[in-house]
Each structure stands twice: as C-alpha cells, then as structure tokens.
C-alpha cells in the first residue's frame, strides 16, 4: 500500500515540463518565451530546465568595442542571473517571425524576438534568438540559444521581420510532415 501511495504521489512531487512542452518544435519555442516572460517575480525554472537537453547551453552576444562577447551559460546560470533581474522588472519577450531548418532529429529556429516591460508594451529591444533543438526520444528538446540584439550598426534584416509562408501541412503544431 505505501508503495501504491508513493508511485500516486511521485508526479506531484517530480519537476517536469508539461506535457506538450516537448511535443513539437514549435511547442518547444513557446515554452521557453512563456516561461522567461510575466510580471516582476520568480519564473517557473522547474520548467525552464525541463525545456533543455543535457549539457544546453544558452549564448547571448554582447556587444563590444572589439567585437561579439559570447557569454556561456548553463540553464542553471541562465536562471540565476536572469531570475535576479525579474525580480526587479517585469520582462515579456514574444516571437516576432521565425525561419525553420530540420533534418533528421534535429531543428534549427532563427526566432525574431520583441522585448517588452509589460504584455502590448512598446519593444525596448529586438533581436533573432538562435534556437537548436534535438529530438530526445519522443520530446523535442532546446540544445542551444545562441542570440544577438538589434543596436546601432546592427539592424534586422527585413527577410527576418516577418515569417515565410509554411510549406507544410498546417495543423502539425509546427513541425513539417515527418518531424513530430
């Protein structure tokens, strides 16, 4: 019987994304906009972690006077230097277009973002959210944001401000025909 209570219990207590968060590539993308965007306060970083392959990494860009700084971070590093600032400022950052790349078990999304202080308000900033994923067993899966930001000297190309049109069967929850 306490066995019987236990294995009841263990998805109550077990931190994992939801359900349909691995569905897709395009159930993948929304997530990880969901989950870093809301009013000031705590994420649901359970979640985020659920979101990403073992050994992700994610890569923002910096400017600098000799050029791009990359800085590595784990997701656990994300969390925590990012979590910090949310708990200061409200942060809502939502795809703009995006351009899809798959073969195989693997997906590459160039994701144009707009960032926000508070949902409908005007962007303070923009840029392309370089997103791989891999197919890990049935879920779909963030290896790597590798991303960049619009500034002076380095602005969105128009062919990233709106999407192609999908060459795809629509319904498929974003991923082309064989993918799912």
Do not use: C
Not at 27 to 47: H, L, M, N, Q
Not at 65 to 70: E, L
Not at 121 to 143: E, H
Not at 161 to 171: E, Q, V, W
């Amino acid at each position: 019987m306490r066995i019987l209570v236990f294995v009841l219990a263990l998805p109550l207590v077990t931190p994992l994304a939801r359900a349909a968060d691995g569905d897709s590539i395009d159930t993948a993308v929304k997530a990880v906009y969901e989950v870093i965007s809301g009013p000031v306060g705590a994420r649901d970083w359970t979640r985020f972690r659920a979101l990403f392959a073992d050994g992700a990494r994610l890569i923002p860009v910096r400017a600098a006077p000799q050029g791009g700084a990359p800085q590595v971070w784990t997701p656990d590093e994300y969390a925590q230097h990012a979590g910090e600032y949310f708990q200061k400022q409200g942060f809502y950052e939502s795809e703009a277009a995006r351009r899809l790349e798959t073969f195989g078990n693997i997906a590459h999304v160039f994701s144009t973002y707009e960032s926000r202080r508070e949902p409908g308000g005007k962007p303070f900033a923009r840029g392309i959210n370089s997103f791989q994923l891999v197919k890990d067993g049935d879920a779909w899966k963030v290896m790597t944001i590798l991303w960049d930001s619009e500034r002076d000297g380095n602005p969105l190309p128009e062919k990233y401000l709106a999407s192609p049109a999908p060459a795809h069967i629509a319904g498929r929850g974003g991923d082309p025909p064989g993918v799912r």
